[in-house]
């Protein structure tokens, strides 16, 4: 499968001559699997119609900035948003300039300075403007923003000189975008996660819960989504949205966690538990809201211990890669390596919860990476690329084990 599989692209088209390969270009990144939605600078409707190119994508073309009308259907922040990459091509030295100033002063610049995804820029212009030293400067510097650059190429120019500063062809642009994904590292396979808290009922409105806000389990879906696989998260109540394309399953208890995972995890290729279950729950729940009694000024609760669902998955006869998490507040390495072990998975990620900053709740996390393999240190980083980096890995032990 393409890793343009679904993948959606935000195609910016500038002012310039070889705006007219981005009707092409649409075209062939919607073969490639992809969803294309255009957004022209004013410019580059000089050279090719919006008509032609909503066309050819399907969708509305966007231009204005300041339309309220056009903000009210899909405005910047969602199509910044929406897209998993800014596709700039043609990028105009104008535009290119503009970025590199961090301008905002239309749709398509506005876009990029808020869009979370990888922008990629396709130069075109004449070789002389794209050797000026402005633009080798400006290139230089969008580089070290981790703009990506595809080309440009050299060659024969409308305006009939010959240089460097043509657009691609459309065919090397697609490769080059389907580049920057994940290389379908998963793609055919299926993940399940496990992610989020449990809760474990003490009455009809108690429980007992943690802290886990499911973060690392949802960066976990999408970028196992990204490279290709398909996705059940079985997640616990956080307040995040579910990635678009996962299935969704929602559970309460660590028995309903359970009780899914078991369900699905045998025809899994990759099973990994990033949920914070609770490891016991109340021996019975009762049926009506327990009451204060007076001068009564303790209560006991009698636990019993949940199912370990991690190590049950492993445990089945037919069983997917397991990867675990060990969140561990002392003896980081040695837990973990025994929790290994002791679950009989195939990796485990260790995290130390006792650093502020990383791990439960937060936005970052730093973990090491236990597998057959050794154990890669991965320094702290967000959680979606810390996602990335550890569905690579997963991947390549998919690949030594099943090879
Ligand atoms: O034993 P501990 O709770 O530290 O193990 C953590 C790992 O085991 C995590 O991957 C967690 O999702 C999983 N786990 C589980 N079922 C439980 C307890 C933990 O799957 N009942």
């Not at 697609?174 to 496990?194: E, Y």
């Not at 996705?231 to 028995?255: D, M, N, Y």
């Not at 037919?318 to 060990?326: H, K, L, M, Q, T």
Request: net charge negative; proline share 5%; hydrophobic share 50%.
């Amino acid at each position: 499968m393409s890793s343009l599989f679904n993948k959606r692209i935000l195609l910016g088209v500038t002012g310039g001559i070889a705006a007219y390969k981005s009707a092409e270009l649409i075209r062939r990144l919607q073969d490639a699997g992809a969803q294309v939605r255009v957004v022209m600078t004013p410019a580059a409707q000089e050279f090719i119609t919006p008509l032609t190119l909503q066309a050819l994508s399907g969708h509305p073309v966007h231009a204005d900035l300041l339309d309220p009308a056009a903000e009210a259907a899909m405005g910047h922040i969602e199509l910044a948003r929406w897209a998993d990459l800014v596709l700039v091509a043609p990028a105009s030295a104008d535009v290119i300039a503009r970025l590199t100033q961090g301008q905002g002063d239309d749709l398509l610049t506005t876009i990029c300075l808020a869009t979370a995804a990888p922008i990629a820029l396709a130069p075109a212009m004449n070789q002389g403007m794209w050797r000026n030293q402005a633009t080798q400067d400006n290139i230089a510097t969008l580089a070290g923003r981790g703009v990506h650059l595809f080309g440009p190429a050299e060659g024969s120019q409308a305006c009939g000189d010959v240089g460097p500063g043509r657009m691609l062809e459309v065919q090397d642009l697609v490769a080059a975008a389907a580049g920057l994904f994940d290389t379908g590292a998963l793609a055919g396979k299926t993940v399940v996660i496990t992610a989020g808290p449990t809760r474990e009922a003490i009455d009809p409105v108690r429980y007992l819960s943690n802290h886990s806000s499911g973060k690392m389990g949802y960066a976990l879906a999408q970028a196992a989504l990204e490279a290709g696989a398909k996705v059940i998260l079985i997640s616990g109540p956080v307040a995040l949205p579910a990635p678009e394309r996962v299935t969704l399953i929602p559970v309460t208890s660590a028995q309903e966690m359970y009780d899914a995972a078991l369900a699905c995890a045998s025809s899994a290729d990759v099973f990994i538990a990033a949920a914070a279950v609770a490891d016991y729950r109340p021996a019975s729940v009762a049926e009506h809201k327990l009451k204060k009694t007076a001068g009564i000024d303790t209560l006991t609760l009698t636990l019993v211990k949940n199912p370990d669902i991690v190590a049950s998955v492993a445990a089945l006869p037919e069983r997917p890669c397991v990867v675990g998490f060990a969140a561990e507040s002392e003896l980081l390495l040695a837990h973990a390596r025994a929790k290994r072990e002791h679950k009989r998975l195939d990796a485990i990620v260790a995290n130390d919860i006792s650093t502020e900053g990383i791990g439960f709740n937060s936005d970052d996390n730093a973990v090491i990476f236990i597998s057959d393999a050794g154990e890669e240190y991965l320094a702290q980083r967000s959680k979606s690329q810390l996602a990335r980096d550890l569905i690579g890995l997963i991947a390549q032990h998919l690949m030594t084990t099943t090879a």
